[in-house]
């Protein structure tokens, strides 16, 4: 078995699916391990560290042309990709018909059942989810023109900066945690009641909005509210917005667009050095009226918007030995006796199965 890891090519991406330990992992398992030149650097892993764990560094024609598996964080071009080869990775934007057509059996890390639980360790979403949460949190502090923590000093305390987080996911509560250990008062709303006890559990509160919409969809995921329900809650939380200092939205709902959660008139209303960070914010829209994606903005009274895309990126290391071991969890399950073994009525390989023998899984 020949496994290739391609580096990325993607603007600002600055992870590599498979760090040196998970090379190693491989080799001592029989396998043969191709590394494209520079694959590892932007993630702090020199092509040394890739040959002392065991891999060969080429150029990315070679890994194309050798491996049969393929292991990536975003899917690269069709056309380089040859009929037989497993490609592994997040497929978010892949050209399904294109990958289908060429032979390509394609495995995106989206389609994850992620209830079950031998799943969990499989779970990238998850993994990076976490990273972003983390992250944002430190976004938010770098422009945030006060203390997070209360502190008392010999010229006078300042009091604890008020975060609200509004999405209770995983992303949501890695940012609930971070906020805490950094001080912060946090309070946290999402529409799945069942979060409210995980919110008090990481020492914050849980806004109970008058309106109450139980929210809870299928699969532990939301179900997208009606218009009036949407309108309803804006109206609610605006007067919550207002006051807090940091707002950080992470809401989202599965093949929808992200709900609008932060109205140009809750901004207007905070106070000037106000924060917000939109974990949401991409393609289809985000939660908050006034972020664009990638984009940090201050309004004219003061507040700092941010548009924040692809959190995960930037923390490579963290980001990328997380990706890595849920790579080396679900190539564990795919391989026997050495080799991947495609089998659809397997619920794993169901979810991420996208391609396979020519045609879209419809996964
Ligand atoms: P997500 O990224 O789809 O959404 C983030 C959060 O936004 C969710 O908590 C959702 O309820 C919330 N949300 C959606 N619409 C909202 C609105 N209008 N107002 C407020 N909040 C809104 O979620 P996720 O982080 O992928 O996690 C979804 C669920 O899956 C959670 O229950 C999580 O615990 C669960 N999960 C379970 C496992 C597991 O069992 N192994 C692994 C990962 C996630």
């Known amino acids: 078995l020949t496994v290739a890891v391609l580096r990325e090519t993607a603007p600002g991406e600055r992870r590599v699916a498979l760090v040196p330990e998970g090379v190693r992992a ?3 398992a029989g396998a043969r391990v191709l590394v494209e030149n520079a694959a590892g650097e932007l993630a702090h892993h020199p092509d040394s560290s890739y040959t002392e764990a065991g891999a060969e560094v080429v150029p990315r024609e070679t890994a194309l042309a050798q491996a049969g598996i ?59 989810d976490n990273v972003a ?13 006060r203390y997070l923590p209360m502190l008392i000093t010999a010229a006078g305390t300042a009091p604890p900066a008020r975060v609200l987080v509004l999405g209770v996911g995983v992303a949501g509560l890695q ?3 971070t906020a805490r250990r950094l001080g912060a ?3 946290a709303y999402d529409i799945r009641p069942e979060t409210a006890e995980e919110v008090r559990s990481l020492g914050a509160s849980f806004l109970e909005l008058a309106t109450a919409i139980a929210g809870s969809g299928q699969g532990g995921y939301a179900r997208a509210l009606t218009a009036e329900e949407e ?5 609610e939380l605006d007067a919550h917005i207002a006051r807090h200092d940091i707002v950080i939205t992470t809401a989202r709902v599965p093949g929808r667009k992200p709900p609008l959660l932060v109205t140009e008139q809750a901004v207007k209303a905070m106070v000037s050095g106000s924060v ?8 289809l829209g985000g939660n908050v009226e006034l972020s664009e994606p990638g984009v940090t903005r201050v309004t004219e009274n003061g507040v700092t918007v941010i548009g924040a895309e692809g959190l995960a990126a930037t923390v490579p290391s963290a980001a990328s030995a997380a990706y890595s071991r849920n790579l080396l969890a679900l190539l564990r399950h795919l391989l026997h006796e050495g080799e991947p ?3 659809l009525t397997d619920e794993i390989q169901a979810g991420v199965v996208r391609t396979h023998d020519g045609r879209e899984t419809g996964a």
């Not at 394609?106 to 499989?122: D, F, N, T, V, Y």
């Not at 949460?133 to 023109?145: E, F, I, N, T």
């Not at 309108?231 to 109206?235: C, F, L, V």
């Open 70 to 128: 393929l292991l990536v964080l975003h899917c690269p071009l069709p056309t380089g990709l040859r009929k037989g080869q497993v490609l592994i990775g997040l497929l978010a934007g892949a050209d399904l018909p294109a990958l289908a057509e060429r032979g390509v059996t394609a495995i995106g890390l989206e389609g994850l059942p992620r209830k079950l639980s031998r799943a969990q360790s499989m779970d990238a979403l998850s993994s990076q």
């Open 231 to 235: 309108q309803a809650q804006r109206h």
């Open 26 to 28: 491989l080799t001592d």
């Open 341 to 343: 073994r495609i089998d």
């Open 276 to 283: 917000v960070v939109d974990l949401a914010a991409g393609p």
């Open 185 to 187: 008062v946090v309070t």
């Open 133 to 145: 949460g983390y992250k944002a949190v430190l976004v938010a502090a770098q422009v945030y023109p």
């Open 175 to 177: 940012a609930i945690g």
